[in-house]
């Protein structure tokens, strides 16, 4: 199993869509396996539409 969360922005705030996910483990009692990812989108002119899914693989 894994929690997956797309982030949308600048790469600079990924740190916002991890918190993000670690907020929703401590809510739904998770603990992650160690392991993730970054799968990233084509960027965009504009870096605010630029998307990067985050994969975070859990116990």
């Given at each position: ?13 990924l ?8 907020e ?11 392991h993730?990812w970054?799968?990233?989108?084509d ?17």
């Amino acid at each position: 199993e894994a929690a997956v969360a797309i982030h949308r922005g600048p790469y600079d705030r990924l740190n916002e869509t991890y918190n993000a996910i670690d907020e929703w483990m401590a809510g739904n009692r998770r603990e992650p396996a160690g392991h993730s990812w970054e799968i990233y989108g084509d960027p965009t002119p504009d870096p605010a539409q630029t998307e990067t899914t985050i994969v975070r693989l859990l116990k």
